[in-house]
């Protein structure tokens, strides 16, 4: 779904402020262009490195032992791949100097159709690791981040919803939206599908995230806890009798 | 998997007159059975659902019917293959034993096991729960699972939404019996991780959690948007 911004108002011309007045101009505004599409397996060297990205925000570079082989294998099976929304999902996050091409009329019958949106900044963005992240699709297309969910399901409500597992921005572009961004991308997609709710897990220290979330109208369950079986446990569980 | 049965008590005769003889306690044999969910037991996994919500006092936010959970869990023509989707295991219970299952790698084969009760379980709920199987199967529990993922493993794991067994067959190993399903089912599958929830209050279940080998995570929240709140992105421009 388009999203088109209007474009901002030219700087008057100086012959006509008159001298004696400091003359009040819009500031001089960067536009960037953002998309939010469907990942592909063209996707996964970025999608790998945000997600060490990620893993290190949360203090736990220690347990990302994924690989792109892994990733790949994963998210994108083949020669079978699941519908988009059926099995593991990931959206990426664009941006770009230059307007992205809207999307072409017969992708909104897949109800995958890329989100677009147009940001003025007062400043232009500073990303040191813009070549790392330029994006597959060329250009000065760079990948600012991504979100991964899949179905989930409410046996009260007899309804599917979406798990977000990662949800994650570059910091040089963190504080400009873009994480709302992503949520509304997946929490739209729920809607259109009938969907009843959006779950996801935060850090109890991460004080930002939570209070954006709480701004959305998310419920932070303060009594409710992750438990996990996992490795070794998980094997001598399984072999119980 | 079928429990060896214990063996039978000393015959009279060895026992001394003026030694009070310290036989086994007679047993109950129950037998247990976890299979797939199919949509013929949506009847009984309704009930099932709501004496969840009841225990948990969730009553006011429970709305399935048995059509919208035939719809969601059981979609056709091309319903998704077992343990790609929401998986349904059902617990069933009969006086007597089940036919044993020929062993199938390349598909799901049900889980056999023989509980000895010191006392028989009294049901008074048992024709309610009739199985639709038939005979004198009663359906007991289930557990309702799906595929997750893990980024930083790079694996599927599977989250277990819902895992409950009714109160008459509380206290025994049936809960123990239906985790254990679905971990061996994640360690066959090559999974990475078996997770669900638990409420920071419920001492009992997080020690049960524990015994197994689980952990508790304690620095995460969950987080929920549903309702208005949802609805309200509908509408939203991004």
Not at chain 1, 42 to 58: G, N, S
Not at chain 1, 110 to 135: A, C, G
Request: some cysteine; overall charge negative.
């Amino acid at each position: 779904m388009a999203a088109a911004a209007p474009q901002p108002p030219p700087p008057p011309f100086l012959a006509t402020i008159p001298e004696n007045t400091v003359p009040e101009t819009a500031p001089f505004r960067h536009p960037l262009y953002a998309r939010i599409r469907l990942a592909t397996i063209l996707d996964v060297p970025h999608i790998h490195k945000l997600i060490h990205q990620l893993a290190t925000f949360e203090r736990l570079a220690h347990q990302c032992t994924a690989t792109e082989a892994s990733l790949a294998a994963t998210l994108f099976p083949s020669p079978n791949p699941p519908p988009p929304f059926t099995s593991f999902n990931v959206f990426i996050l664009e941006v770009s100097p230059d307007p992205f091409p809207p999307p072409a009329p017969q992708e909104d019958t897949t109800n995958s159709s890329p989100l677009l949106k147009t940001l003025h900044l007062d400043l232009p963005i500073e990303d040191s690791e813009k070549e790392i992240f330029r994006s597959e699709i060329g250009g000065d297309v760079v990948v600012a981040g991504f979100v991964l969910f899949f179905p989930k399901y409410s046996t009260y409500l007899a309804k599917p919803g979406f798990h977000i597992e990662d949800l994650f921005v570059r910091e040089p572009y963190r504080k400009h939206g873009f994480g709302k961004m992503l949520i509304t991308a997946v929490a739209g997609q729920a809607v259109k599908m009938g969907y009843g709710m959006v779950e996801w897990v935060v850090l109890d220290w991460n004080v930002n995230a939570i209070q954006f979330y709480e701004r959305i109208g998310t419920k932070v369950y303060q009594d409710k806890r992750i438990c996990r079986l996992t490795g070794e446990d998980l094997d001598v569980e399984g072999s119980a009798k | 998997m079928a429990a060896a049965a214990p063996p039978p008590p000393p015959s009279p005769a060895a026992i001394p007159e003026t030694i009070v003889p310290e036989t086994d306690p007679p047993r109950h044999p129950l037998f247990a059975r976890i299979r797939l969910g199919t949509i013929f037991d949506v009847p009984q996994l309704h009930k099932l659902i709501h004496q969840m919500a009841t225990y948990e006092r969730l009553t006011d936010q429970f709305s399935a019917t048995e059509a919208s959970l035939a719809f969601t869990l059981f979609p056709s023509p091309s319903p998704p293959p077992p343990f790609t989707s929401f998986t349904v295991f059902i617990l069933e219970v009969s006086p007597d034993p089940f036919p044993p299952t020929p062993q199938d790698p390349s598909n799901f084969s049900p889980i056999l096991k023989t509980f000895h009760l010191d006392l028989p379980i009294e049901d008074s709920e048992k024709d309610i729960f009739r199985s639709e199987i038939g005979g004198d199967v009663v359906v007991a529990g289930f557990v309702l699972f799906f595929p997750n993922y893990s980024t930083f493993l790079a694996k599927p794991g599977f989250y277990i939404e819902d895992l409950f067994v009714r109160e008459p067959y509380r206290k025994k190993g049936f809960g123990r019996m239906l985790f254990t399903a679905v971990a061996a089912q994640a360690a066959k599958m090559g999974y990475g991780r078996v997770e669900w929830v638990v409420l920071d209050w419920n001492v009992n279940a997080i020690q049960f959690y524990e015994q197994m080998g689980a952990k508790i995570q304690p620095d995460w929240r969950v987080c929920r948007l549903t309702g208005d709140a949802l609805e309200a992105f509908a509408h939203l421009n991004i």
